[in-house]
């Protein structure tokens, strides 16, 4: 049972937008900044929004982050095939004092 | 360009201690703007922070309390790399795991990963 809450998967076809949500609370989400990471298969995660809402240099901006709240979300515009992979939100907690990851979303390109 | 490169047994017998290493090149275990943790991946538990180790003036650490006690992360200056050990496993330790740089420079994001050891605990 992850401390976040993520869809376990999500779906949609080439071109479209796709928005995955990042549910937690005031010890982690809502006090902490938010990064999502993209796992691909038989490659390490890697980072693809960290601040909520900034990407790292090489990102492409089809993908962007927002946070309300206790809530975060990724989108991701256009959807290419090569976006299929698993995506992961993570936050501090300050009750647990340690790093909390959400369950994961499986992303399929239809 | 920072890399880290992972080393360690894949296969842990039940009850012993798993332990992996990360080299670092391209920053300092001792960099005041980083902190060096180790993650695991597995399919029934996605995701998992184990712990940290960081340097600002003294040596801390911080463990996940899933871990019940049973991690120590290490730093190694004269060979710039840290250490995972992780005591009396199981089998549901089974898992790809990971050591990242947490950077200072992406508000404490994991913006560097090594390659990944999958670790099998089996007898």
């Known amino acids: 049972q992850s401390v976040l809450t993520q869809p376990p998967s999500a779906s949609g076809t080439p071109g479209q937008r796709l928005s995955i949500s990042c549910s937690g609370s005031s010890s982690n989400v809502g006090s902490s900044t938010v990064d999502w990471y993209q796992l691909l298969p038989g490659a390490a995660p890697k980072l693809l929004i960290h601040s909520d809402n900034q990407r790292p240099s090489g990102v492409p901006d089809r993908f962007s982050g927002s946070k309300s709240g206790t809530s975060a979300s990724l989108a991701i515009t256009g959807l290419q095939s090569e976006d299929e992979a698993d995506y992961y939100c993570a936050a501090w907690d300050d009750t647990l004092y340690g790093r909390v990851f959400g369950g994961g979303t499986r992303v399929t390109v239809l | 360009q920072v890399q880290l490169q992972q080393s360690g047994p894949r296969l842990v017998r039940p009850s012993q201690t798993l332990s992996l290493t990360c080299g670092i090149s391209?920053?300092?275990?001792?960099?005041?703007?980083?902190?060096w943790n180790w993650i695991r991946q597995s399919p029934s538990r996605g995701l998992e922070w184990l712990g940290r180790s960081y340097y600002r003036s003294r040596w801390h650490s911080n463990y996940a309390l899933s871990g019940k006690g049973r991690i120590i992360i290490n730093a190694d200056t004269s060979k710039n790399q840290f250490s995972l050990q992780l005591r009396s496993v199981t089998p549901e330790d089974t898992a790809i795991y990971y050591c990242?740089?947490?950077?200072?420079?992406?508000?404490?994001?994991?913006?560097?990963w090594g390659q990944g050891t999958l670790v099998t605990v089996s007898s």
């Open positions: 391209g920053d300092s275990v001792s960099s005041n703007r980083a902190v």
């Open positions: 990242a740089r947490e950077a200072d420079a992406v508000s404490g994001a994991y913006d560097s």
